[in-house]
Each structure stands twice: as C-alpha cells, then as structure tokens.
C-alpha cells in the first residue's frame, strides 16, 4: 500500500510500484486548530498516543507552539530505522522540549537516543 508525506509517497519496500488508482486526496489540518486550545485556556490532553511509524516529528511540528503545553502525557514509539527515515532522529529532544520527562517503563531516560525499538512514556512532573 505505501505512506505518504504531503506531496510525497513513501514505499513500503524498493521495488514497490506505486498505482495512480490507490492515491487518495486526504485533507490535513493543524492539531491545535482541531482542539482549538487558543480559545478554551483550561484545555487538557490527558493521553495522546502516537503511532505514525517514523512520522512522530512531523506531528510534533503539526501540534504549533501552544498545544504541546497542554498535553499531561505522551505515549510514543522509538523505531530508530524509521525514524531516521523522516529525518527525526532528536525525537527524545523534542518531546522534552514540551516539557515532558521520558520514561521507559518506571526508569527516567536521560540519553537523547535509544538503540533498540521501544514504546516510551513523555509526561509532566
């Protein structure tokens, strides 16, 4: 079947061929204009699960500046192979820098990268 970014398609594997009749127009929108958190101050994300093989920056980046400090907790997968396929290898950076502490089971990881396939745990002290 295949991914895609905006604009681009990503195969599943090399020599996969791609059919004009399996692209698909899909209307992307901001996460912070569909929770509309600028609007509503008090607005609290509990739990946001991610699970977007590899695509875990671009989401980040979707989220704006505002929406990220109103998420309590972030539970997200480490796949390094397809993190670095998108380029976003400082992922772990990246959830910190919405102020949340990474958690790999009840251990605290500080490193800024992980070498083996992890689910991980992001969620404010």
């Known amino acids: 079947m295949g ?9 599943d594997f090399k020599g996969q061929e791609m059919m004009k009749s399996e692209e698909h127009e899909i209307p992307i929108e ?6 509309n958190v600028g609007a509503i101050s008090n607005t609290h ?3 946001m699960k991610m699970d977007v093989q590899g695509f875990e920056c671009h989401v980040l980046e979707g989220m704006g500046s505002v929406l990220p400090q109103h998420i309590q907790a972030l539970q997200f997968e480490f796949d390094r192979t397809m993190l670095q396929g998108q ?11 919405m102020g949340l502490e990474i958690y790999l089971g009840p251990k605290k990881i500080q490193s800024d990268t992980m070498e083996m ?4 745990l992001g969620k404010r002290e």
């Open 3 to 11: 991914n895609s970014v905006v604009g681009k398609v990503i195969k």
């Open 30 to 35: 901001r996460m912070d204009s569909i929770l």
């Open 45 to 47: 994300v509990r739990l």
């Open 87 to 97: 380029e976003c290898l400082d992922l772990l950076p990246r959830v910190r820098a």
């Open 117 to 120: 396939n992890v689910d991980l």
